[in-house]
């Protein structure tokens, strides 16, 4: 079952900073926050992952609350481009044994 | 070009055949996956084997038989075809199984275009 809750569905304006929430409010110490997007027609994408710090690089920018019970991507200039169903996934990356599978709500539509 | 390549991408078919659909990935990945993407939109995990070992099988029904002769391919298998299984097929790979640290830290998955398959 998938941890997390988001809203089924988010509008942006294109040259605006689009934030798409994520609630994973039983996440675990040692389980991770994954971003992927999925453009119609085509497989999932990796945007962006982190622990509990703030991160960034080309694609997003990921915020981390504090207790780490939710989190919000940013696409800071979004494009018609960016028009895709965003999914938010906890996992577990920092072990070497046992073997979780990686689930997938029903995203946020943007 | 680096990648996860899965054939074909369209596949129509009657029901009651069999038919299967092929992937490869020039990663050096160590961890391949079937995905099922039904008419909803969910997205369910169905195997995962890693360096040639099957790690994961969801409840499947066994007309579904992946096979991976080496760990750059998984081929999936479908027999006796059924309305129910048209969906979008998608191969991923990640350089270690799922849960686990990679070389890299991140561990993500890298997604195939997916096979159509409508079942007539």
């Known amino acids: 079952d998938a941890k997390t809750t988001q809203p089924p569905s988010m509008d942006c304006a294109e040259g605006r900073a689009a934030n798409l929430p994520c609630n994973h409010s039983t996440i675990s110490g040692n389980e991770y926050v994954y971003w992927y997007r999925q453009i119609h027609s085509q497989g999932p994408q990796y945007i962006i992952h982190g622990l509990k710090n703030n991160e960034t690089n080309e694609m997003a920018s990921l915020i981390i609350t504090e207790d780490r019970k939710s989190s919000t991507l940013i696409l800071p200039h979004a494009t018609l481009r960016d028009t895709a169903v965003y999914y938010c996934i906890v996992r577990v990356a920092s072990t070497n044994f046992g073997n979780e599978k990686l689930t997938f709500g029903t995203g946020t539509r943007l | 070009d680096t990648a996860v390549s899965q054939t074909p991408k369209y596949l129509v078919t009657q029901m009651g055949n069999d038919k299967s659909i092929k992937c490869e990935q020039n990663l050096g990945h160590d961890t391949m996956y079937w995905y099922k993407q039904d008419s909803k939109k969910f997205l369910k995990i169905m195997f995962s084997?890693?360096?040639?070992?099957?790690?994961i099988n969801e409840t499947v029904p066994n007309r579904f038989s992946p096979k991976s002769p080496d760990k750059a391919h998984l081929n999936l298998h479908i027999n006796s075809l059924e309305l129910g299984d048209s969906a979008v097929y998608f191969c991923?790979?990640?350089?270690?199984?799922?849960?686990?640290?990679?070389?890299?830290?991140?561990?993500?998955?890298?997604f195939g275009a997916g096979s159509r398959l409508t079942v007539l």
């Open positions: 991923a790979s990640s350089e270690a199984p799922p849960g686990w640290k990679s070389h890299s830290g991140a561990n993500v998955l890298t």
């Open positions: 084997y890693n360096n040639k070992e099957l790690i």
